[in-house]
């Protein structure tokens, strides 16, 4: 019976004792069974002569199957650049809230040893695109697959925007930011501001305002194909940036337009049969188990 995957990638938290272990333990295992493994580059080192070293992009085209080990900070900056390739990505959690990482990093054998059978199941994140307009042309933009932050350099700082979804005028916010997030970003940052949890199969993003100064600015769902467009005021200051997944900034000057939208790309997670994300919600969140 043909292998369900063929060429493996591994990806990992670099200078992180926990992370090490798990990638030599995972590359001997795999090893083993007779796949081949190719290693990140930003890894291999630690890892000894006996891995063959690639850089993201060489393995995304390579390998069918990506295993990051780490938190969901290390899924997110994989995710963005795989989500590219034609690659199923899995997660070994290193970190302490895993939402995109399943497996567990001391005994992943059993279920990546079922996975690797072909018993799994595959799920589909879309992504967003960011672009920062300036005089009508494009300056940045970049992919994230939990969510775009329009917010000032300094903390605590208000700044003035309107809001467009498919070029009608939503309103005008005066906040300290606003968070668009994707389904799977609504877990992350935008659940901390107050936004809801959209379960992972819905085509929707949220929109939530950061420390809105206006009690009767609510978060709010619009349908994944909207094109979102933020419209800086010219009178803020300069100190402006847009954040993709909390990592890539990107500069932002007054009178700027931000447009975010759904992307092309999606990151195609595979996860171990009889993955629930309610129970992962449970376990996350703290929520209570059955009452009978």
């Known amino acids: 019976m043909p292998k369900a995957f063929q060429t493996i990638g591994l990806i990992g938290k670099p200078n992180h004792h926990g992370t090490n272990l798990t990638l030599k333990r995972l590359h001997h295992w795999l090893k083993m069974q007779g796949f081949e493994i190719l290693v990140e580059e930003r890894v291999a080192a630690e ?54 990482t399943d497996l567990p ?3 992943f054998e059993e279920a990546l040893g079922e996975v690797l059978e072909g018993k799994f199941e595959t799920e589909f994140r879309f992504l967003l695109e960011t672009q920062v307009h300036r005089h009508g042309n494009m300056k940045s933009s970049n992919t994230a697959v939990n969510e775009a932050v ?17 070029d009608n005028f939503m309103y005008s916010q005066r906040a300290d930011g606003m968070i668009v997030s994707t389904p799977t970003g609504s877990t992350a940052y935008s659940l901390s501001a107050g936004g809801a949890i959209l379960t992972p199969n819905l085509e929707a993003l949220i929109l939530v305002p950061m420390f809105p100064h206006t009690l009767s600015s609510r978060p709010i769902v619009v349908d994944a194909a909207s094109i979102i467009k933020l419209v800086v005021s010219p009178d803020n200051g300069d100190n402006l940036e847009v954040s993709c997944d909390g990592h890539v900034m990107l500069p932002v000057l007054p009178g700027d337009e931000i447009i975010i939208k759904r992307s092309h790309e999606r990151l195609r997670l595979i996860h171990p049969k009889g993955h629930n994300y309610f129970h992962v919600l449970r376990n996350k969140l703290g929520w209570g188990s059955k009452l009978f």
């Not at 000894?48 to 080990?69: R, W």
């Not at 795989?82 to 970190?95: P, S, T, W, Y």
């Not at 329009?150 to 498919?166: Q, R, S, T």
């Open 47 to 100: 890892m000894g002569p006996n891995c063959q070293s690639v850089d993201l992009l060489e393995l995304g085209e390579k390998c069918d199957l990506a295993i990051v080990v780490g938190g969901d900070g290390n899924m997110l900056g994989a995710a963005r650049v795989l989500a590219r390739f034609d690659i199923g990505v899995i997660g070994v959690n290193r970190g302490n809230l895993g939402f995109l």
């Open 105 to 107: 990093p001391d005994t």
């Open 150 to 166: 329009l917010h000032p350099g300094k903390v605590a700082h208000m700044i003035e925007f309107e809001v467009y979804i498919d």
